[in-house]
């Protein structure tokens, strides 16, 4: 048994480095002289090297759809792109060799369709004194997109008569293999139109209530199953692929971690309130902290011309590379993740943030929207924990861009 899978495993091995070696190799051109007496689907079926994307079509029961006088332009991976796929995706068979048969249905029929645009011929090439329909840079409806208008259109770049595909670095193999229905593109790369795992970039409140309505806005909102305060789930309400509103529970306390999760991934983490609280409208009470440090700019703890919430905030005055530090009662470090923060600057900045100490390798440096609060967390793992001891009672705030301003601190504390 051991030689049996020591042979297994020397196959597989010798498989890769075939497949990787064929991945850069050109690739032979599709059809021959006669290749334009062939209709679109017939170039495929007809070429040796896109047998799996043929087979492909015949798995998925799609053959009737695409062997027609329709016009069609098709962006094909190559067999030897398919099988990197096949195998990078688990596909393999008990020797570990591709096997396009494993694909479900139901997916192999939404790959095919990804690769398939219908309509009239288009042309990467452009010809001298000839008016055609070229294909050109921006995004098209495949007949995966009209099956299941959730995915993603096809995004095509073409430079300097260089095709690209859906995101891809690496130029299309073969171009303007011409039909008498359409064209072929050959691909160095498998189209995927699913929408990635979901984004949060920003909640609308960095605190709420109960009851309070809080827009998520992020990306790659696509049919949304759940949004989790913790371990509750909450109401919500899909506005956008950008945008989903959202009903703080019932039993909301005084924070929470906020996740979007979609039939495509499960978010990353947004915070929402705190546990511990280092200045809303003061500190625990005091106007000021329990004492300041630093070099250059000014600074208000009670300013009321900018605030996030409630009636005071900190107003900063920065000369370029200038620093505040503010002591505050002691908090156990170990007893939170997160630093948070909201912050308003009047012009786009970067701000470095750190506790516990006055070094640049301490903290981490934040880019600052201008015009709007900016909402931060920032993890207590990218603070360096294990320079800080058991307890923190500092925030240090430093001019990072190089450029003068000012800046408005709000609602800070530890969650």
Known sequence: MKIIYKLKQIAVCAFLVALAASCDNDLPG?????QNYNTAYGLIKANTNLLLFNKAIQLAGLEATLNTNEDFTYFVPADAILEVYLVKNGYVNALGYPDITLVPVADLKQIVLSHVVKGAKKRVGKLAGVTADYLETGELTTLANTANPDLYLLGVNVTDGILKVNGSDKPATGLDYYATNGFVNILDNVISLSPPTPVISVLSQSFASPGDVVTITGSHFVKVKSVKFGETEAVFKSISKTAIEV???????????????????ISNIATIGVKFLVYGDNFSGAPAPLSVGGWGGTQDFQNTENVNRGTYSIKRTTDKWSAMYIQHNPVKIADYGYLKLSIYATVSTRILFSIGGTSDDDGKAIDIKAGEWNNISIPISDLHPEKLGTNVNSLFVKEYSGLPGIIYLDDIGYL
């Open 247 to 265: 009903t703080v529970p019932a039993d909301f306390g005084s924070y929470a971690l906020v996740k979007v999760q979609t039939e495509y991934g």
């Open 30 to 34: 599709v059809g021959g002289a006669e």
